[in-house]
């Protein structure tokens, strides 16, 4: 097990981290440029943002306590959504919150320029280099630093609210919706950034004292506080300046302090501001260098990344990495474009934690324990995932365009570093979710077909059938509508040359026609139930069993298949199999007198239900007992085998048969072949073209030299091509 990190970021530092991490250019730059957008309602839109933050903040305090590990946002959704969606999420997080610490380094510039008449970007790569020297000696430095910075910051922002009240003036608030929804909206999204940071804390989760109690409370607290801060702060700048003057500075903190506070209260907010944007970069540093670090552990990064100081207990080449690319940011790239990025990605990613949340809960995973959960569960996620998705609308194009190419290139990574060295082996929760579905829509059709209480049940035989295998087919037909209420229809189809007419040969019984109907009426006589019978004259089979089930409006229709091509119906049963407007059952080998133990296979995903009611109505029939056979690889997830297992106990709780389940492991044994050692007859789904090929002689013939009947069955409703390959991938 590799180096785990030391726990000793107290509430305190786990609050303080989280404000600092919002607390930056969200208050000290942006409200100027969203009030040129929403006028006096930027104070609406910083209120609707912390709102539609909630969500994600919820989402992930409950996440944070069930894997209190480093990692934060990658993590969870790595393990809700599965090793490609972390990789998206783990490798595009890491930019946005490395373009936000460059973005807050660089964008307190202006704030700088107010006190020294100095170069920027040498001094922001200087605190730069000396934030990552900071992370590198370790975390609970950084907390402390964050604690004493965050206590300066809100002690200068909570003089400029008091002292500046009384300034306000209400007429500036005039007119405050005359932006009207899409303005309100547009400053909503620009500000979202502000509160990006709130969640921040969950990537050193690893790191933090009493998790179950403190990150929900840091996180959830440091939200509150912060919200109530920022419309505060809005609600007086607006009150104090004029608009005008506001969206035309680049300071507009220290502008609408110099209307409200004295001179030491203007170079208090500008020291403030600095604190806050170096708290950012801090923070942001302290953040996403987890990101690599928690990938490496997981097989979705090089192990570099896993490396821990044995000196300081710190990640220290994910710190390092991560402080290079800031610098490079710094240096060469443009900060607007690049913080407009980050502002799109950390939508995309919060709705995908609101996604997150939903997947586990939805799933079967048993480690998932959280001690804390988001209250009002579903309804603040959907918020947050239809709130986010509104707002991406007004992030603009160029930036929607960057966050796809950092997802194309996360995908790419994945699948040249990972996917192609043979993956990690895991699946995420939203997987088993899926697959809880789709279970239970199955158990529901499964259930209908099972509790049909009437059926229509055509028997197709020809000249050439059998009086035994015709007699099977009868006493099948005979019992499966007698289990459903229904009734049976057995027709001979008799196929003559295209030259002969049809009504000549209509008119006139053959020997072999004499002989059907005499056999059918003494069965007819003896059935419990009514036996309806006669010929039809073709010249096509094939076509004439399909067109005569749909005027009978059969529900069922039972074809004897033998394993040569050129006997009975021969390849034209594939063609009935796919136009028949009913179920279709092939039969094969059936020794009905001897069938007590009928045996179910799948290969490709769950049980067909007209083959399971078909297999129940049997073994009531014969009074016989069910296994179904269900291959499960080797390597199967947890949540994979929960999920089966719950989904078999539900096929067996809706039979009236004795019903046993077995879960077959390819390395033991092969579920087709023991299904046919095992069994009497042995039933297996039309659809799952692996099956019958190998039982129709397309591949190795499992049912040579066996005694057991084989019904192949066909449903009429058959998935979809896509529903058919979702159900195969997921079971």
């Known amino acids: 097990m590799g180096k785990q990190l030391e726990r000793d970021l107290g509430l305190a530092s786990v609050t303080a981290i989280s404000i600092g991490a919002m607390v930056g250019s969200g208050i000290f730059i942006l409200p100027g440029l969203a009030m040129e957008m929403a006028g006096p309602a930027v104070i609406f839109a910083y209120f609707l943002a912390g709102v539609l933050v909630l969500p994600a903040a919820l989402s992930k305090s409950e996440m944070a306590t069930a894997m209190p590990e480093a990692g934060g946002t990658y993590l969870y959704i790595e ?34 320029v107010l006190l020294l008449d100095i170069p920027v970007t040498p001094l922001a790569l200087t605190v730069a280099a000396l934030l990552i020297l900071l992370n590198i000696v370790g975390a609970k430095q950084t907390g402390r630093m964050q604690v004493a910075i965050v206590a300066v910051m809100l002690a200068v922002m909570v003089w400029f609210i008091v002292a500046g009240a009384p300034s306000v003036e209400s007429a500036r608030y005039d007119n405050f919706f005359d932006s009207g929804l899409e303005g309100i909206l547009g400053a909503t999204g620009f500000v979202f950034v502000s509160y990006a940071g709130v969640t921040k804390i969950a990537s050193v989760a690893e790191e933090v004292e009493n998790p179950d109690r403190n990150l929900p409370l840091g996180i959830l607290g440091s939200l509150i506080i912060t919200a109530g801060i920022y419309v505060a702060i809005v609600t007086v700048m607006v009150g104090v300046a004029d608009q005008a003057d506001l969206t035309n500075t680049e300071t507009p903190m220290e502008l609408a302090a110099g209307n409200a506070l004295p001179a030491i209260g203007i170079t208090a907010v500008i020291v403030a501001a600095l604190l806050a944007l170096v708290s950012t970069a801090n923070a942001g540093i302290l953040s996403s260098s987890r990101y690599p670090f928690a990938m490496s552990r997981d097989g979705l990064a090089p192990t570099v990344f896993e490396t821990v100081s044995e000196r300081f207990e710190t990640p220290v080449n994910a710190i390092t990495i991560t402080g290079g690319v800031l610098l490079v940011l710094i240096a060469f790239v443009p900060i607007d474009d690049i913080a407009k990025l980050a502002s799109a990605f950390k939508i995309l990613v919060f709705i995908l934690i609101n996604v997150a949340l939903i997947a586990f809960r939805q799933g079967s995973i048993e480690a998932y324990d959280p001690s804390f959960k988001s209250p009002l569960y579903p309804v603040p996620q959907l918020v947050g995932i239809i709130g986010g998705a509104v707002l991406l609308r007004y992030i603009g194009f160029v930036p929607l365009v960057g966050a796809v190419l950092i997802t194309v290139g996360s995908m790419a990574w994945y699948y040249f570093f990972v996917y192609r060295r043979g993956g990690v082996g895991r699946e995420g929760a939203m997987t088993d979710a899926v697959r809880r579905s789709v279970g239970r829509d199955v158990v529901d059709q499964t259930e209908s077909e099972v509790e049909v209480d009437s059926n229509e049940v055509l028997v197709a035989v020809t000249d050439r059938t059998p009086p035994d295998t015709e007699r099977s087919l009868i006493d099948l037909a005979v019992d499966f509508a007698r289990t459903r209420e229904g009734g049976v229809r057995v027709a001979q189809f008799d196929e003559v040359p295209d030259q002969t007419p049809l009504p000549q040969s209509a008119d006139s019984l053959t020997e072999a026609d004499q002989a059907f109907e005499a056999r059918m009426a003494d069965r007819a006589t003896d059935s419990e139930i009514s036996i309806r019978y006669g010929e039809v004259v073709s010249h096509d089979t094939r076509h004439a069993i399909v067109n005569y089930a749909a005027d009978v409006e059969a529900d069922t229709l039972l074809i004897e298949r033998s394993s040569g091509r050129d006997t009975l119906l021969g390849s034209d049963t594939d063609w009935i199999e796919e136009h028949a407007p009913c179920d279709v059952i092939e039969v094969t080998d059936l020794h009905y007198d001897t069938a007590s133990h009928i045996g179910v296979v799948t290969d490709e995903g769950p049980f067909d239900p007209p083959k399971v009611g078909l297999t129940d109505a049997l073994a009531m029939a014969v009074d016989g007992t069910v296994t179904f056979y269900f291959p499960m690889p080797v390597d199967a997830p947890e949540s994979r085998r929960n ?51 190998r039982l129709f002689g397309r591949a190795s013939r499992v049912t040579a030299g066996s005694k057991h009947g084989t019904l192949v069955v066909y449903g009429a409703s058959r998935p979809g091509r896509v529903r058919g390959a979702i159900e195969r991938r997921l079971f």
């Open 79 to 112: 393990r809700a959504m599965g090793p490609l969606f972390g990789t998206i999420a783990g490798v595009g997080t890491w930019f946005s919150l490395t373009f936000k610490g460059a973005l807050a380094l660089v964008g307190g510039a202006p704030y700088l």
């Open 643 to 693: 999920t089966v297992e719950d989904y078999l106990s539900e096929l067996a709780d809706l039979c009236e048969a004795p019903v046993e389940t077995k879960i077959i492991e390819p390395g033991t044994d092969d579920a087709m072949e023991r299904a046919a050692r095992e069994s009497d007859v042995l039933i297996v789904s039309g659809v799952q073209r692996g099956l019958t090929d």
